[in-house]
């Protein structure tokens, strides 16, 4: 789990490849009044109702062949992406027994992917087009994994234990969250992989990581060589 404040990993939990991604919202720490953003592999009306429960809020895709019965309508602004906002309540026999509440149904329009979305939340306060947005952050827990791959050592494991497997991940997610710490405290404008870079050279120095950062940027920073001709001067 992303925290968007900061693109910083909150929770973690590492299972064997056979484990549900759903089950981990028995482990999910609810936070009251908070956002929880999630694919709709995640969709599980109990778990979803024990979010609602706890005072927080979450943001989902819904299912194509979800029953479902409309209980209200409301008026959008279609030149935004919009195409409803509804105020639903699940009619299936499980699904109505698990999520007794009323749920709220926002169709939107990607006009430049040219898909249709609809998303399923329990905030009936935010407007229809903050919580389509909302949805969007969701794809900063992808980039974040992205980020993981390219720039760590975590695609082979050196060990198949399941203690080898989770130490390496473990160090890996504590090197992404020590860089963005330093990015946060030293405002950088470096992105995280050159800081990674920078201290990956400067690994051994007794040098402080600003000076270690500062001097990098001098070196990098072109500057004109007076022994050196230039082709426009000739």
Known sequence: MIDLHGSIPTFIRITHGKTADV?????????????????????????????AQHGAFFVTRAKRNMDYRRRSSHNVDKSTGLRSDQTIVLQGPKSSELYPAPLRRIAYYDAENDKRLVFLTNNFTLPALTIAQLYRCRWRVEIFFKW??????????YGTSPNA??????????VYVLVAIVKKELRLDRSL????????????????????????DAQTRIT???NQLSLFDL
């Open 23 to 51: 089950t981990v919202l028995d482990h999910l720490p609810i936070e009251p009044g908070a956002f929880y953003m999630m694919d709709r592999g995640y969709i599980d009306f109990g778990r979803l109702y024990r979010i």
């Open 193 to 216: 992989s050159e800081i990674l870079q920078i201290l990956s050279v400067a690994l051994f120095e007794k040098t402080p990581l600003f000076q270690v950062l500062s001097r990098f």
């Open 148 to 157: 993981v791959k390219q720039n760590l050592r975590i695609k082979a494991f």
């Open 224 to 226: 004109p060589c007076s």
């Open 165 to 174: 497997v989770k130490t390496q991940v473990w160090i890996a997610i504590s």
